[in-house]
């Protein structure tokens, strides 16, 4: 969904110290603030409490896996807010091809090798049922790690979070963000990045 109108305005500059100081760390240089981090910054303890929560970090799974799971939670949660920036700064930086960038929000999943099919599965059946079938979490252990397992399941779950944020309360979507493929304006969205926004967009 796009929203023209948020119920909560986000925050306009100047900012409150602990959150400027944030913002800094969080954004890459050049890029303005998320219209998401202004909206949770009009409370500030809550604000600080998700980005020191974020997965965003070098983890156990790589920056490729990492960005499956997310993009395929924020479609499953119908964030297209979400999704736009995180395969605005991170799609083509992991390689994704645009096949692959539909296929995350329920397009041709044999885009992906089926190792990576393993984890839209694993985002399918967290949203669907709030469980993991045995059969899928064998066929999971066969390829993660236990520690990685874990970071999967949390990863989903946070983006749960975030999709519910910037669903409820409608933040409009960035400008440069990608849109999801069926949508009117989804001509290249694979490729909806702006070089501004993709640049040094390490997090």
């Not at 303005?32 to 998700?50: D, H, I, K, M, W």
């Not at 929560?53 to 499956?68: F, K, Q, V, Y």
Request: proline share 7%; with cysteine; aromatic share 8%.
């Amino acid at each position: 969904m796009r929203y023209r109108n948020p119920r909560i305005a986000p925050l306009e500059p100047p900012y409150p110290e602990p959150v400027q100081a944030a913002l800094d760390r969080i954004m890459p240089t050049g890029v303005p603030p998320l219209a998401l981090f202004r909206t949770l910054a009009r409370n500030e303890r809550v604000f600080q409490r998700v980005m020191a929560g974020g997965l965003l970090d070098r983890g156990s799974i790589t920056l490729r896996e990492r960005e499956i799971v997310i993009d395929r939670t924020c479609a499953r949660c119908g964030s297209e807010y979400e999704w736009g920036v995180h395969v605005a700064f991170f799609a083509e930086r992991v390689g994704f091809s645009p096949e692959q960038v539909a296929a995350t929000a329920g397009g041709d999943a044999t885009a992906f090798p089926e190792r990576e099919r393993l984890l839209l599965r694993l985002v399918d059946e967290l949203h669907d049922r709030a469980q993991v079938s045995d059969e899928l979490w064998a066929a999971l252990r066969a390829h993660f790690a236990e520690e990685q397992l874990i970071e999967l399941v949390a990863l989903a779950g946070f983006y749960h979070l975030i999709s519910f944020v910037t669903n409820a309360l409608r933040i409009p979507l960035e400008s440069y963000g990608a849109r999801f493929p069926h949508s009117p304006a989804a001509a290249g969205a694979g490729g909806g990045r702006s070089s501004r926004a993709s640049r040094g967009a390490g997090r």
